[in-house]
């Protein structure tokens, strides 16, 4: 164990990680997106103490001290590195709708991970930093999952090995136009836990065929800049969207919609309730995003509609400051 020592009274550091859209189809667990638009920022100040961890959120829907993915990174981060003579606060402001589907815990934990590396001098590595992070994603699905975090990490398209923890990133080609979906009526409880236990434990060697068809024809549409082939790569997930589907209000309906209207692929966001399209062109994103909404107010749901394209830029420090 590494005992550190902080001369310095007080510092401050603040990180903001992007949003992310998890499996964008047959990618379960293995593919994932950095989005624009939606980001967490995390503000962590040091000082000099006794080995405690303090956790404020901005939003009320997300919980504060140690229920926050935040505190789990820190803590296992500080028990690792023997963090006793100083003192950690982190204010974490979600800019990520919480309990969405779009990477808010992985983006909050890659943003504490790689904040505290940071004004801690760690010099913590890619993979240490998925690894601690990961500890956060897995603090509310109950197992590390490594494909949203990686994406908010690294930003672009990211491929991930859970086991071997590599992380290979696609620069797409070409823009892709995104709209989104995000249902106001959200569980806030184990929302990913549960909709991963719902998974099958087994599939059949047909079905097995059948998505890596789909999977190497969606990695294929990135490579050579195929928005078609990757619209309908993205809409034929054979294992994951049967069941998760089943928690979102006229999923099916929409989805019917959406390709109806010209969206070139449909599906759900991560874990959801949150679902994603793309679309040609931001105005015909805007346009149909309008629809879907129009549908769901007809059932007296609320929603919000984002719009968005790949995020190039990971995880990034945007202030530092101390206090001598």
Known sequence: MIIMKHMLSRESIVVEAPASIANLGPGFDVLAMAITGLRDTVRIVIESGEGNIYVVSSDPRTPGGKGNVAYAVASKIAEKYGLHDIDIHIVVDKGIPTSAGLG?????????????????????SKRELLKFAGIGEAYVAGTPHYDNVA??????????????????????????????????????????????????????LKLYVKQSASLAKLIHAFHIGDI?????????????????????????????LALNNGALGFNIAGAGPSVFFIHMSRQEVINLGKKLLEHLISYGIKA????????????RVVGVRRWY
Not at 176 to 188: A, S, Y
């Open 104 to 124: 808010g815990s992985a983006a909050t934990s890659v943003a504490t991970a790689y904040g505290l590396s940071r004004i801690l001098k760690l010099g913590l």
């Open 151 to 204: 994406a908010s990490l690294f930003g672009g398209i990211v491929i991930v090995d859970p086991y071997k923890l590599e992380v290979h990133v696609i620069k797409p080609k070409k823009e892709i136009w995104l709209g989104i979906v995000v249902p106001e009526k959200r569980d806030l409880g184990y929302k990913t836990r549960r909709a991963r236990s719902i998974l099958p434990k087994n599939i059949s």
């Open 228 to 256: 078609s082939l990757l619209g309908e790569a993205i809409s034929s997930d054979h294992i994951v969207e049967p069941y998760r589907s089943k928690l979102i209000e006229h999923y099916w309906e929409l989805k019917k």
């Open 304 to 315: 919000s509609f984002h719009v968005s394209t790949v995020s190039s830029q990971g995880v």
